[in-house]
């Protein structure tokens, strides 16, 4: 490479006047394995603490004998079931749910270059809820089974992608605000959609599920929701672990990206697919939780900094453990009643959001 | 390296940006693209660095067909410096630089201490290297663009393409720009608007208007008065740089209504 070092600059450079200091970051290798301590942690926590009154040491004794198939008394079996059928895989969905959701978002900001955005905003999660609630209240995709409620989420959730992506599109290609704007707009047509199906509903105690579903519950946990949505979510992490530096060159804009060697047309349609594999997974066993693809990667990017490599060991695994907390508050506060997730994240949320909104001059964008 | 447009034509929904150009940069030559706004320099200088594709027409680097070759590829060849306004994450700027070496990577291998000692030397090489632990988005637009240019520069490129690199700078950040591009060594086909720092900097001159190139040649062959007027409309006159006798414009007043 050539060297510029022999050439003096017309002026010599100027540095700007009291910049602010280096952003101070958290070591990434004790932050991870903080958290990685935390999730198994918050995971036994989702198990021992609820409404009946079991103890802590007979929680952690029947979650024992769930993990490693020991034997319990015959007298103890309903506690058993309470703690490794009802709380524990709730507890494992929750953090499924959380890391996905954490992910996606990281994911669909980079994709329009925004830290404001999440599934929501791009009108994802919506669309992945029409599918849902079709099969919720109307059977819809019956044949399907157990699968029934995954695909039809995913399948309208990508549907529901393809159009904001159609819409948003033109001939010289697809920019971040056309696709906010377009993806808004999306959202509340397919919340009228869902709204207007749930009130359609024959059926009262459907469209009361559905309703709490609108809001996001885990309420209908058990361990045959897991591996769907794992799977799904596993296989997004691993995806956009791979293309981290290219979220890096995309999140620097089109142009550059493409001047790095990236082609940015590609690399979207691959988080397109991703983005709504995941949040459709996601959404068919949990709902719609709002906030957590918005304020995970946040905060995350304020511990770690922007590149996507240490943003993506960290934003899934602190999705997690907060979904996993959020959920054990959503059965306590008012127990025995359960809160709708999102109306947690949205008391967590909101607030975020305002300070977020404040702190940046933000521009949405750009065009 | 050199760099060889061969009737590159553009057209977007109907329209043509770009008709039949053609033009080469000679290695190690600064080449300058000057014309009008919407002229189609930014057009053309899209599909040298890939973020667009012609729809007829090739780009060469060495006689090596750039669509032929795939992204990463052309991208250890040649970088680029788009106009575009930045995102806003807050990047630092080692990490900004770090992409740079995104075409010589695999996906997920780790930083190589030869990534470092690249990334450093070019840090150093744009006279940036005091601003590596800083946060991107911090940075004066002087600042930002010398970073920029060593990300290009991380690339280890032998083409360097620049858009407009001294939009919304200062005169001395412009001059600064300008220099740090011309010491590099390397290619250089650059869009740029201010005719005055073109003569000064470049070696060759297209003009552009309408999609076309109109002339081509030495600073000192190209800006004439006649042409002036003709693709900008506008009267100048030309005077010798006193120091150095490049050519340098004085341009006149538009009579007032």
Sequence with gaps: MATLRDRTPAVPHRTTSGGPPPPRRVPLPLLVTGLCVALPVSLACGAGIGASGLSWGEALHYLWAGLTGGSIAPDEVSSYVIVWELRFPRAVLAAVVGAGLAAVGVAVQAMVRNALADPFVLGISSGAGVGANAVLIFGAFGALGVWALSMAAFLSALAAMALVYAVARTPRGLTPLRLLLTGTAMYYGFSAVTTFMVFAAEHGEAARSAMMWLLGSLGGANWSSVPIAAGAVLGGLVHLGWSARRLNALAMGDETAAALGVDPGRLRRELFLTTAAVTGAVVAVSGAIGFVGLMVPHAARMLVGADHRRLLAVAPLAGAVLLVWVDILSRVVLAPAELPLGVLTAAIGVPCFVLLMRRRTCTFGGA | ?257
């Design chain 2, 1 to 257: 390296m050199q760099v060889d447009i061969d009737t590159v034509t553009v057209e977007i929904s109907g329209t043509r940006l770009v008709e039949d150009v053609s033009l080469r940069a000679g290695s190690g030559q600064v080449v300058g693209l000057v014309g009008p706004n919407g002229s189609g320099k930014s057009t053309l200088l899209r599909c040298v660095y890939r973020a667009l594709r012609p729809t007829a027409g090739a780009v060469r680097l060495d006689g090596d067909d750039l669509l032929a070759m795939n992204t990463r590829e052309s991208a250890r060849r040649l970088a680029a410096l788009p106009q575009e306004a930045v995102a806003e994450f807050d990047f630092t700027v080692a990490e900004v630089v770090a992409m740079g070496r995104l075409p010589h990577q695999g996906a997920v291998a780790r930083d190589t201490d030869e990534d470092r000692r690249t990334c450093a030397a070019a840090l150093e090489g744009a006279g940036a290297g005091h601003l590596a632990h800083r946060g991107f988005l911090t940075l004066s637009g002087g600042e930002k663009q010398r970073v920029l240019i060593a990300r290009a520069l991380a690339q280890q490129p032998q083409v360097l393409v620049l858009d407009e690199p001294t939009n919304h700078l200062d005169i001395a950040q412009q001059l600064e720009v300008l220099s740090l591009v011309r010491a590099s060594g390397l290619t250089v086909l650059t869009a740029l608007h201010d005719l005055n720092l073109a003569a000064l900097h470049c070696d060759l001159l297209h003009v552009i208007d309408g999609g076309r190139i109109v002339t081509s040649g030495a600073p000192h062959d190209v800006l004439t008065p006649v042409l002036l007027a003709d693709v900008f409309g506008v009267r100048a006159h030309r005077v010798p740089h006193p120091e150095t006798g490049a050519v340098q414009l004085l341009f006149d007043r538009l009579p007032t209504q």
